[in-house]
T-cell receptor, first 114, second 109 residues
Framework: SAVISQKPSRDICQRGTSLTIQCQVD?????MFWYRQQPGQSLTLIAT?????????ESGFVIDKFPISRPNLTFSTLTVSNLSPEDSSIYLC???????????FGEGSWLTVV | DAKTTQPTSMDCAEGRAANLPCNHS???????VYWYRQIHSQGPQYIIH?????ETNEMASLIITEDRKSSTLILPHATLRDTAVYYC??????????WGAGTKLIIKP
């Protein structure tokens, strides 16, 4: 199994600022993903974090708003830029191997924008 | 879009088996079925996954129909701590997990 740690676990940010969330996996994983979970909703995939190259974004999510880095097989960051109250959500990192393998999740980063 | 449909909510008595159904009629031959649960305010917890054979681990059993169009997650002896939202997910060809709305399972004493 893999253990995924996210930092910060919780933050309150002013609108117009940015927040960078870090995701650390305790073992090398092929795949890493970032999700958003708005209050009372299910998880929505933001992007696939690709090691050494640009992330692959889902429809409705753009790099300027959600820049992602993945410098190696155990670490990734998600930045939420130009924050507005609508960005208040839980942001979740996940990682794992290919088909047929388990994907593990971090505990999430709770963001409140005021 | 999610490739699964689940009941919105279910109740189960403590100590009884909880059987959670999931329909995935458009699943492709090489796509796996995964189950996760999320207890309020926590990250999703992996439960089990399978391709075509039934699977069992220390948490649950997964029964997949022969045509693979549906599956059932079984929690053999439900406890109050099993109250959570349970998600059935088909992992797609891009290896992504696309989440539906899940089933809110309430275990009653």
């Amino acid at each position: 199994s893999a253990v995924i740690s996210q930092k910060p676990s919780r933050d309150i940010c002013q609108r117009g600022t940015s927040l960078t969330i870090q995701c650390q996996v305790d073992s090398q994983v092929t795949m890493m993903f970032w999700y958003r979970q708005q209050p009372g909703q299910s998880l929505t995939l933001i992007a696939t974090a690709n090691q050494g190259s640009e992330a692959t974004y889902e429809s409705g999510f753009v790099i300027d708003k959600f820049p992602i880095s993945r410098p190696n097989l155990t670490f990734s960051t998600l930045t939420v830029s130009n924050l507005s109250p609508e960005d208040s959500s839980i942001y979740l990192c996940s990682g794992g191997q290919g088909a047929g393998n388990t994907i593990y999740f971090g505990e999430g980063s709770w963001l409140t924008v005021v | 879009d999610a490739k699964t449909t689940q009941p919105t909510s279910m109740d189960c008595a403590e100590g009884r088996a909880a059987n959670l159904p999931c329909n995935h009629s458009t699943i492709s031959g090489n796509e796996y079925v995964y189950w996760y649960r999320q207890i309020h305010s926590q990250g999703p917890q992996y439960i089990i996954h399978g391709l075509k054979n039934n699977e069992t681990n220390e948490m649950a059993s997964l029964i997949i129909t022969e045509d693979r169009k549906s599956s059932t997650l079984i929690l053999p002896h439900a406890t109050l701590r099993d109250t959570a939202v349970y998600y059935c997910i088909v992992r797609d060809s891009n290896y992504q997990l696309i989440w539906g709305a899940g089933t809110k399972l309430i275990i009653k004493p």
